[in-house]
Nanobody, 123 residues
Framework: QVQLVESGGGLVQAGDSLRLSCAASGRSVSRYALGWFRRAPGKEREFVAAFAWRTGTSSYADSVKGRFTISRDTAKNTVYLQMNSLKPEDTAVYYC????????????????WGRGTQVTVSS
């Protein structure tokens, strides 16, 4: 089991940047992949990016490739999502999640979720 707390959301203008943080705690955090998902108003929750703590392997949704980057601070057990060139369609609640599997787009493989942080991008 992994406990996750997201932070860093806010209101920005199109083209701006934000960095979301996902602070993880619990036993054997390094055995999990950490993923970012988002849910826009009226939409299903969708995959954004994922990172395997142990191997450093990462993956991204096509909609954010080249704009979003995952990184980590091992001393703080924290994974970051650097979001650049934000677009209004990036507006959503962003969730951090943990999976005992490798980085995956499959929602059902994530066992632990944070409460989410709101990102709003104005045009």
């Amino acid at each position: 089991q992994v406990q996750l707390v997201e932070s860093g959301g806010g209101l920005v203008q199109a083209g701006d940047s934000l960095r979301l943080s996902c602070a993880a705690s619990g036993r054997s955090v390094s055995r999990y992949a950490l993923g970012w998902f988002r849910r826009a108003p009226g939409k299903e929750r969708e995959f954004v990016a994922a990172f395997a703590w142990r191997t450093g392997t990462s993956s991204y949704a096509d909609s954010v490739k080249g704009r979003f980057t995952i990184s980590r601070d091992t001393a703080k057990n924290t994974v970051y999502l650097q979001m650049n060139s934000l677009k209004p369609e990036d507006t959503a609640v962003y969730y951090c999640a943990a999976s005992p599997r490798g980085p995956t787009t499959d929602l059902s493989l994530y066992t632990d979720w944070g409460r989410g942080t709101q990102v709003t991008v104005s045009s």
